[in-house]
């Protein structure tokens, strides 16, 4: 585990399965239909149980689905958290189609949900980096200058006292690592 302070938040990078992490909010990578699928979404909904999927089905209902770069908000059924974030990433199609201005708003709007339902904890996966394709290393760029430009131009206007990246995959963590090793 590797740990910086941005502003007054705990940045923390951790290896392994974020479907065990204890807080107030997990993110999840979800796609724009909100039904589930395979990845950390897959584990989440089966770790979470059908409650989550309830709730999922019922936004749909709401606002038929959600589009890449937003984020919803749902239970947390049998996680040991009070809530789930199920943001939609974009799908890689080399670069030039805005994928990474829609990642950023992945984080960015994941936040401020957060912010919204007063979380003090949140953890992250690397969100589009599995079956979306998102190379590795330039989503870990965006992921992490987004969530730290978030936090030092609203450094007072959140609650939020930890973010943990919960990287399932060694390549990942030691990215990460590497990335935060500018703020020691
Ligand atoms: N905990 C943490 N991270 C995980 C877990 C887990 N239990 N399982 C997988 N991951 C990691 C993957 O290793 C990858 O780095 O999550 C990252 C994102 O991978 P995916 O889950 O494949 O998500 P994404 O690339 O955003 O694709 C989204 O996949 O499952 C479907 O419904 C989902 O259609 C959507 C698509």
Redesign the pocket.
């Known amino acids: 585990m590797k740990t910086v302070m941005i502003g007054n938040t705990r940045i923390s990078v951790l290896s ?4 065990t992490w204890k807080g107030d909010v997990i993110v999840n ?3 724009s239909g909100l039904l ?9 909904h089966r770790a979470g149980g059908p409650e989550i999927m309830e709730q999922c089905k019922e936004i749909r209902k709401l606002q038929g689905g959600c589009p890449p770069g937003h984020a919803v908000i749902t239970g947390a059924g049998n996680l040991d958290v009070k809530h789930v974030i199920h943001t939609v ?1 974009p799908i890689w199609e080399g670069g030039g189609r805005g994928e990474a201005l829609t990642l950023a708003d992945c984080y960015r709007s994941s936040l401020q949900l957060a912010i919204e339902v007063g979380a003090r904890t949140i953890a992250f ?10 190379p590795k290393s330039p989503a870990c760029d965006v992921a992490l200058k987004a969530v730290s430009e978030f936090l030092q131009v609203e450094p007072l206007d959140h609650r939020i006292e930890q973010i943990d990246f ?4 060694m390549d ?1 963590v030691k990215l990460y690592m590497r990335w935060l090793e500018r703020f020691e």
């Not at 996966?125 to 998102?134: C, E």
Request: hydrophobic share 30%.
């Open positions: 392994g399965d974020i479907t990578a979800a796609n589930g699928g395979n990845g950390v979404d897959g584990a989440i990433g996966p690397n969100i589009s980096t599995g079956i979306y394709g998102y919960v990287c399932f995959e990942n």
